[in-house]
């Protein structure tokens, strides 16, 4: 279950790889923009203010967080976006950190170019850190004997796959779109006790807080906790560095 408040407890960092995203996108006066997992819509309304005269809509799996987009004003539906197409008149698509979710998004994005308008806009941003000491701490905890069973069957050990730049610009290109991609690795700079567990207890260890119950959830990030101390020393000013790399791509259909 995605956590709104959670999520947001890092928003400033989070925020910057989307407004990084959206600034590479040409569409002057689309008629229909789509933010597809908008999480709790704190940055669906940047849409709205990039494009008045659009029609802004958002779409996410999580009921929670629809409620909390909707709560901010966001035309907000519930859905997954395997099941979603785009409309005759959708200009613009942001696909912000969400297809890392979704194995088969390759096949997806193939299928939006197809779908989408000539000249429509389609712009993808996924995390590309899951070989960083913080998913391999999660590996290492979720391989131990008491958790292996549960969490090996509910897939939390599998790989999560994305593409490089080139992986993407190849699909894009290959469905109609002239690519722009690239990868950005970001130094976020953390405060507090063990900030690098709560980062990922908003993203990463979603999947593993929904297995677990309330004392299980304590006792796999209590044994987590000194892993992620170890490879995220806190520095003498008391802040921590974690690097995070994102990949990108925005493509226009020709």
């Known amino acids: 279950m995605w956590d709104p408040q959670q ?10 790889p989307f407004f990084d995203l959206l600034a590479r996108i ?3 006066e689309p008629r229909s923009v789509v933010d597809l997992g908008c999480g709790p819509g704190h940055l669906t309304s940047a849409l709205a203010q ?10 996410d799996s999580s009921p929670d967080m629809v409620a909390a987009a909707r709560e901010r004003g966001v035309e907000a539906s519930l859905g997954a976006v395997q099941d979603w197409e785009p409309g005759g008149d959708t200009d613009v698509v942001v ?3 969400v297809l890392h979710w979704v194995p088969e998004h390759p096949a997806l994005l193939r299928q939006w170019m197809r779908q989408l308008p000539t000249g429509a806009w389609l712009a993808i941003q996924v995390p590309a850190n899951f ?29 999560q796959a994305v593409l490089d730049p080139a992986g993407y610009a190849d699909v894009l290109a290959a469905s109609g779109g002239a690519v722009d991609a690239w990868e950005t690795t970001y130094l976020q700079r953390l405060s507090g006790d063990n900030p690098v567990l709560g ?3 908003g993203t990463a260890l979603r999947p593993v807080r929904d297995v677990l119950d309330d004392a299980e959830w304590r ?9 992620l101390r170890t490879a995220y020393p806190r520095r003498a000013d008391g802040t921590t560095w974690l690097p995070f790399r994102r990949v990108f791509a925005v493509a226009q259909k020709q």
């Open 131 to 159: 070989d960083a000491p913080s998913h391999r701490a999660i590996h290492q905890v979720a391989a131990r004997g008491e958790w292996l069973d549960r969490l090996g069957q509910a897939g939390i050990l599998e790989p």
């Open 199 to 201: 980062w990922v207890a």
């Open 26 to 28: 040409g569409a002057t």
């Open 7 to 16: 999520y947001l407890t890092f928003g400033d960092h989070r925020s910057r």
């Open 95 to 97: 696909c912000n950190a």
């Open 219 to 227: 006792e796999f990030t209590a044994q987590l906790a000194p892993l």
């Open 50 to 59: 990039r494009w008045p005269g659009a029609r802004v809509q958002a779409l």
